[in-house]
């Protein structure tokens, strides 16, 4: 056993590295082709005005070529996790470019959609390549995927701990030769040191600022016109989630009878274009534009961006653009947050801190992610509301977690 962690230990340091570096070279390579396709060259042809349409159409083709002749990359998430706890690894044969290409492009072109998606399909794959090639036990390797793929979900969202919700979450079926306390040792290790290399990699690049990070807040919560004002908030929030969710039942059912690919993705793309006429806050995973949305709060229309935002990913997702939905609902419920309580006679940032923890709850189903997540995006002092509004919001997933901690 200890010959195995001493192993296990050193590949973890190593593999953790390499997902910090990858994950910063692909956000900044996806940076770079957005600012020259959103940026640099419409200002180039002195910006048409139907320039996004224009973008949005070619995006669509794109995507149509890709999902007609390479297949349905990337795959999401939820598919990627799913495989992985099925079969204790990530297929990486002739799939890990397709997945590199079509995220880049998805991406690239506007779609209303985060990258966490892509990267754990990437992450994970090449994981799995080099644990194949690796002469350790089969345990062992699905132990290194599972880090590297805690990892890059640290990585993704600058949250440390993120690999140990994952842990938790979704305890994997095959027989774990390590004990509990070492795996979510080893995955706090795994998560500083892919962060580490992912930061120094991001300052040697010109990348935006990122809006996840420790901070405090200013002004003081503890009164008692904040927690009267926090339940109706609440529920707000829990309502905005339903519409969220509701919004992506309702377009997928809509387009169920689309089965042309190409059709399907130009749909998305002409949506795309559309919308980027409006404004370009409907546009991307809205981690950076919820920095410059929260010093441009009384100068936009926020109910119809809010409203609007989750729209957008829902048919992206169900036309062939395919990403993480957890970016975008991030962003739309603090603008809905803000809509919601600036009226209020209270503390701004509290309460919609407790708006964004009870809609992003319900619209992630994981209380603890949320909460991981949410930790490095509002003031410090707020993570114990957040947590107990997650968990207060999520009574059957809260009971399926201690159901699972009591079996094993």
């Known amino acids: 056993m200890k010959k195995v962690s001493v192993v296990l230990s050193g590949y973890t340091l190593v593999l953790s590295a390499v997902i910090g570096v990858v994950a910063a070279l692909f956000l900044a390579i996806v940076h770079f082709s957005t600012d020259f396709i959103w940026e640099k060259l419409p200002k180039s042809l002195h910006e048409p005005s139907l320039y996004p349409l224009i973008i949005g159409i070619i995006g669509g083709i794109l995507v149509g070529l890709i999902q007609t002749k390479l297949g349905v990359f990337p795959y999401t998430m939820h598919e990627n996790m799913a495989e992985f706890r099925k079969t204790g690894r990530i297929e990486y044969k002739?799939?890990?470019?397709?997945?590199?290409?079509?995220?880049?492009?998805?991406?690239?072109?506007?779609?209303?959609?985060?990258?966490?998606?892509?990267?754990?399909?990437?992450?994970?794959?090449?994981?799995?390549?080099?644990?194949?090639?690796?002469?350790?036990?089969?345990?062992?390797?699905?132990?290194?995927?599972?880090l590297g793929i805690g990892a890059m979900m640290s990585v993704i969202f600058l949250a440390p701990f993120n690999g140990v919700v994952q842990d938790i979450e979704h305890k994997n079926p095959v027989e774990r030769k390590l004990p509990s306390w070492l795996r979510y040792l080893l995955s706090i290790v795994a998560s500083f040191c892919a962060l580490a290399s992912f930061v120094l990699v991001k300052h040697l690049l010109p990348l935006p600022e990122s809006i996840f990070g420790i901070r405090l807040s200013d002004h003081s919560i503890w009164n008692w016109q904040n927690l009267i004002f926090a339940l109706p908030v609440i529920i707000l929030g829990v309502c905005f989630a339903f519409y969220f969710n509701g919004l992506e039942t309702l377009v997928k059912r809509g387009l169920r009878f689309v089965q042309n690919k190409w059709v399907l993705a130009l749909i998305g793309g002409i949506s795309i274009g559309l919308l980027g006429m409006v404004s370009s806050y409907f546009l991307f995973s809205g981690e950076h534009q919820l920095i410059e949305m929260s010093s441009e709060v009384t100068t936009y229309s926020w109910l119809l961006i809010a409203l609007g935002k989750p729209l957008l990913a829902a048919i992206c997702v169900n036309t062939g653009w395919k990403g993480g939905l957890i970016f975008p609902a991030i962003f739309a419920s603090s603008v809905m947050g803000y809509v919601v309580t600036w009226p209020l006679d209270?503390?701004?940032?509290?309460?919609?801190?407790i708006f964004v923890a009870a809609s992003c709850s319900r619209i992630v189903g994981s209380p603890?992610?949320?909460?991981?997540?949410?930790?490095?995006?509002?003031?410090?002092?707020?993570?114990?509301?957040?947590?107990?509004?997650?968990?207060?919001v999520s009574p059957k997933r809260v009971r399926e977690l201690l159901h699972k901690e009591t079996k094993s």
């Open 346 to 353: 209270g503390h701004i940032g509290f309460l919609l801190t």
């Open 94 to 146: 002739n799939r890990l470019w397709k997945t590199i290409l079509a995220a880049w492009i998805i991406l690239s072109f506007g779609a209303s959609l985060g990258p966490e998606a892509a990267l754990v399909g990437m992450v994970g794959a090449m994981i799995t390549w080099l644990v194949e090639h690796l002469r350790i036990n089969l345990a062992s390797k699905e132990e290194l995927v599972n």
């Open 368 to 392: 603890l992610l949320t909460s991981s997540i949410l930790l490095f995006v509002f003031p410090l002092q707020f993570f114990p509301f957040i947590l107990l509004t997650s968990f207060l």
